[in-house]
Nanobody, 129 residues
Framework: QVQLVESGGGLVQAGGSLRLSCAASGFSGPGRTFSFYTMGWFRQAPGKEREFVAATSWSGGNTYYADSVKGRFTISRDNAKNTVYLQMNSLKPEDTAVYYC?????????????????WGQGSQVTVSS
C-alpha cells in the first residue's frame, strides 16, 4: 500500500519561504515505482475545499501550477529518493492551509483532487502578516 508522508511545514512571516517534502513508499509490482507516477500538491484552508497547487510529471520534466502560486512555488522530485518537494517563496497569509501531497496512478496530469488515488496526512503551513 502506497504511503505518503509530508514534512517541512510550519509558521513563517509573510514574504518568507518554506520547503515541503513528501516521502513515498509502498510501491510494488512490475513497473509500479515512484518514478512512474504523476505527483501533486494540494492545499486546504479552513472552511474551503481542497485545491490544486502544483503537479509534476513522472520525470519532473513537466510541471503545472495554480495561477495563485505561479512564479512563487516550485515543485520538483528526486526519483532516486522517492521524494517530491514544494519550494514556497514569497509566502502570503492567503497561502495558510494544510498542504497535502498525492499520487496519481493514471497517466497524465490532473487538477482535481478526486483524480489522485493516495494522499499524505498533510502538513500545516501558517503565514503571518
Amino acid at each position: 500500500q502506497v504511503q505518503l508522508v509530508e514534512s517541512g511545514g510550519g509558521l513563517v512571516q509573510a514574504g518568507g519561504s518554506l520547503r515541503l517534502s513528501c516521502a513515498a513508499s509502498g510501491f510494488s509490482g512490475p513497473g509500479r515505482t515512484f518514478s512512474f507516477y504523476t505527483m501533486g500538491w494540494f492545499r486546504q484552508a479552513p472552511g474551503k475545499e481542497r485545491e490544486f497547487v502544483a503537479a509534476t510529471s513522472w520525470s519532473g520534466g513537466n510541471t503545472y501550477y495554480a495561477d495563485s502560486v505561479k512564479g512563487r512555488f516550485t515543485i520538483s522530485r528526486d526519483n532516486a529518493k522517492n521524494t517530491v518537494y514544494l519550494q514556497m517563496n514569497s509566502l502570503k497569509p492567503e497561502d495558510t492551509a494544510v498542504y497535502y501531497c498525492a499520487v496519481r496512478f493514471l497517466g497524465g496530469i490532473a487538477y482535481g483532487a478526486h483524480e489522485y488515488a493516495a494522499w499524505g496526512q498533510g502538513s500545516q503551513v501558517t503565514v503571518s502578516s
